[in-house]
């Protein structure tokens, strides 16, 4: 069964520091890897979407990066604004076994950026 | 290009009652994917349609159920509601409904079970 993680569960940073959230996972056997922001009471939007082929992708200020061999991805958030502030979630696509076809979420990521 | 849309967007119920929500994906996706989110468990899968067939399916009980239509519009359906239900209700929609497809999210249904 796919289980992600990710570390740290909360983050404070003031405004203009370079950030990295981490996500790992159980099971290498995926299709592709999406991180997503939630604001409060909202629903999710997509920031970036790494098919299991890439290394990486790049949007704007945030770049995320794959290693699925090791069950690792990380997002880098680049001079972090106020407006960065919000949860970060990690999810998987699975390719295999239980998990196949289905996106597994980690807990999250809370984000302040404090000006 | 409009987004997902997801109706109603607040619901309040008793227990033992049943609960309809609707999904519009955005036009031109053809599949719809549910989720339940929680504080204490976070975001879980429930099932995915495509074609109005259920590709996938998550672990919750057989009061949860979906269907799609010709139009891909989806809807879910709780019966005998629980306390346990109160969550929020997210759906996606992907196109062309491969494995490989980005998943676009709606603001979701909050769900309160009294």
Same mark, same amino acid.
Request: contains cysteine; hydrophobic residues 30%.
């Given at each position: 069964?796919?289980?992600?993680?990710?570390?740290?569960?909360?983050?404070?940073?003031?405004? %203009?520091?370079?950030?990295?959230?981490?996500?790992?996972?159980?099971?290498?056997?995926?299709?592709?890897?999406?991180?997503?922001?939630?604001?409060? *009471?909202? *629903?999710?939007?997509?920031?970036?979407?790494?098919?299991?082929?890439?290394?990486?992708?790049?949007?704007?200020?945030?770049?995320?990066?794959?290693?699925?061999?090791?069950?690792?991805?990380?997002?880098?958030?680049?001079?972090?604004?106020? *407006?960065?502030?919000?949860?970060?979630?990690?999810?998987?696509?699975?390719?295999? %076994?239980?998990?196949?076809?289905?996106?597994?979420? *980690?807990?999250?990521?809370?984000?302040?950026?404090?000006? | 290009?409009?987004?997902?849309?997801?109706?109603?967007?607040?619901?309040?119920?008793?227990?033992?009652?049943?609960?309809?929500?609707?999904?519009?994906?955005?036009?031109?996706?053809?599949?719809?994917?549910?989720?339940?989110?929680?504080?204490?468990?976070?975001?879980?899968?429930?099932?995915?349609?495509?074609?109005?067939?259920?590709?996938?399916?998550?672990?919750?009980?057989?009061?949860?159920?979906?269907?799609?239509?010709?139009?891909?519009?989806?809807?879910?359906?709780?019966?005998?509601?629980?306390?346990?239900?109160?969550?929020?209700?997210?759906?996606?929609?992907?196109?062309?409904?491969?494995?490989?497809?980005?998943?676009?999210?709606?603001?979701?249904?909050?769900?309160?079970?009294?």
């Amino acid at each position: 069964k796919q289980e992600v993680t990710q570390i740290p569960a909360a983050l404070s940073v003031p405004e %203009g520091e370079n950030l990295v959230l981490n996500c790992s996972f159980t099971d290498s056997a995926i299709y592709n890897l999406q991180w997503f922001r939630q604001d409060p *009471g909202k *629903g999710l939007t997509s920031l970036l979407l790494i098919q299991s082929s890439q290394r990486e992708q790049t949007s704007g200020r945030l770049n995320a990066s794959l290693d699925k061999s090791s069950g690792r991805s990380t997002l880098y958030i680049a001079a972090s604004q106020p *407006g960065d502030s919000a949860t970060y979630l990690c999810a998987v696509r699975g390719a295999g %076994g239980t998990s196949y076809g289905k996106l597994t979420f *980690g807990q999250g990521t809370i984000l302040t950026v404090h000006p | 290009k409009a987004g997902v849309t997801q109706t109603p967007r607040y619901l309040i119920k008793t227990r033992g009652q049943q609960v309809t929500l609707s999904c519009s994906p955005i036009s031109g996706h053809r599949s719809v994917s549910w989720y339940q989110q929680t504080p204490g468990q976070g975001l879980q899968f429930l099932f995915e349609y495509f074609s109005e067939t259920q590709r996938n399916k998550g672990n919750f009980p057989g009061r949860f159920s979906g269907r799609q239509f010709s139009n891909s519009r989806s809807e879910m359906n709780v019966s005998t509601l629980e306390l346990g239900d109160s969550a929020l209700y997210l759906c996606a929609s992907s196109y062309p409904a491969g494995e490989f497809d980005e998943q676009f999210f709606g603001p979701g249904t909050r769900l309160t079970v009294l």
